[in-house]
């Protein structure tokens, strides 16, 4: 075994060779000539192929490949033979094709970082962050919590701020442009992220075109998706109602020791006297402990690799609690239930929320495990009656927050851009 000081020197030579490769590239990037026709996406700190960059990168990769030249790059070899395998460019960022197209790349387009494609040879490109959801809880700039990194780079000391700006540039870049949904979010993510609204692109969500469009997306599927899709099909032929439960993740007690107050067993049971089925996918970054569920006949636990927006049109309802994921369902016009069981100590520990909860979720709320087995059993007994009982709520709620309802979202951005690098 290698003795501790020797591997800790390896690692201290390890990450300033690092560093010094990183200020290379930054200043390569100031030299080397941009194109203003080559695109590169990523997504999530470069490990997943997923969201709007995902949805917009298909769109221009596959209808747009005369007037763009769309590329993926990824710290993950997977998300590359992934994204090859569907015959589009795809590169590590680390291998020379990708650090030459990160440093050629005229545009950059992700939905959390600049590091999601390349924060080191990004110098001189223009910077499209999609992001990832309407917000309903505070984000960027507008977070208070005092123990939150994003907060402490943006309001804390004067000597806290500059550390961050040294140590963590990534929780105060700037980008160019921000994709919005309607003029209350784009108004809403100007001022997370410090910008005018004129730099706030009023587009919609590209990866919300797949819920709505004739074409959904087979040919791009995994394996995987098709499999939790052909499942909802099957109940759907058969009769049974399939509701999909996607929670988000806490800023707070984010770790296994979390558990989701959920009866499975009787949930389970409940399901199956009243025609119901419920596939449950946590979110990415939630680390909440999940019980054993494969005894289970009637919940089903969808894999962290499946990419949930295909699956949404196969879906008859949605169970969530502060997740963005709820306002891209109001889409489809189907119910909705929430399930805020830690609504006071979410606002308080993990995020306050710019709106009043009540008046942004139209549908039945149920605070603990009894309320959601009476919420879902009214659900499953009276569908076509919930449906009807919330549609105005609904469509108020839609109205507000988008204001396309239609599978343009991806055209209309990519106008926008060629727009603005043609000027």
């Known amino acids: 075994m290698t003795p501790r000081p020797l591997r800790l ?3 201290l030579i390890t990450r300033l060779g690092e560093r010094a490769f990183a200020a290379v590239l930054v200043v390569v990037s100031l030299i080397i000539p941009r194109s203003p026709r080559i695109w590169a996406f990523g997504s999530w700190y470069g490990q997943r192929f997923a969201d709007n960059p995902k949805y917009f990168f298909l769109h221009c990769a596959s209808q747009e490949q005369q007037r763009v030249h769309a590329v993926w790059l990824s710290m993950s070899s997977t998300v590359v033979r992934r994204i090859r395998a569907l015959g589009f460019p795809a590169y590590h960022r680390l291998s020379p094709k990708g650090l030459w197209y990160a440093l050629r790349a005229g545009v950059y387009i992700f939905d959390c970082r600049v590091m999601d ?24 700039r507008d977070i208070a919590q005092a123990n939150n990194a994003l907060a402490q780079a943006n309001h804390g000391s004067p000597l806290v701020r500059a550390a961050n700006k040294v140590l963590r540039p990534q929780l105060s870049e700037r980008y160019d442009y921000i994709l919005g949904t309607s003029r209350a979010t784009c108004e809403r993510l100007a001022g997370a992220f410090g910008v005018p609204t004129s730099q706030v692109i ?5 990866r919300t075109d797949v819920l709505l469009s004739g074409d959904d997306g087979a040919r791009f599927r995994m394996p995987e998706e098709e499999r ?11 009769g049974t109602r399939v509701l999909f439960y996607m929670p988000t993740f806490r800023d707070w007690r984010n770790n296994a020791d979390r558990v989701i107050p959920i009866d499975w067993k009787a949930l389970d049971a409940l399901l199956l006297a009243h025609g119901g089925a419920l596939f449950c996918k946590l979110h990415p970054n939630d680390q909440a402990r999940l019980p054993d569920l494969a005894g289970l006949s009637r919940v089903h636990l969808v894999p962290s690799t499946v990419d949930p927006y295909p699956v949404l049109r196969h879906t008859d309802a949605l169970i969530s609690d502060y997740s963005s994921i709820f306002f891209d369902y109001l ?21 306050a929320l710019y709106d009043d909860y009540d008046s942004v979720t139209p549908g039945p709320k149920a605070y603990d495990v009894d309320g959601l087995q009476r919420t ?3 659900l499953l007994s009276s569908y076509d009656q919930h449906a009807s009982r919330y549609a105005a709520e609904r469509a108020a709620v839609r109205n507000r927050f988008y204001e396309h309802v239609d599978d343009g979202a991806s055209s209309r951005l990519f106008d926008a851009l060629r727009d603005r690098t043609a000027a």
């Open 9 to 11: 020197a390896v690692k």
């Open 202 to 206: 009023n587009g919609g969500y590209p």
């Open 228 to 238: 939790v899709i052909e499942q909802c099909r099957a109940y759907r032929r058969e």
């Open 376 to 378: 879902l059993t009214a």
């Open 331 to 351: 889409l489809l016009d189907r119910p909705l239930v929430f399930y805020p069981y830690d609504l006071d100590d979410y606002r308080k520990y993990s995020r």
């Open 117 to 140: 494609v390349s924060s080191v040879a990004s110098s001189g490109a223009l910077k499209v962050n999609l992001w990832h959801g309407v917000p309903l809880k505070k984000i960027e």
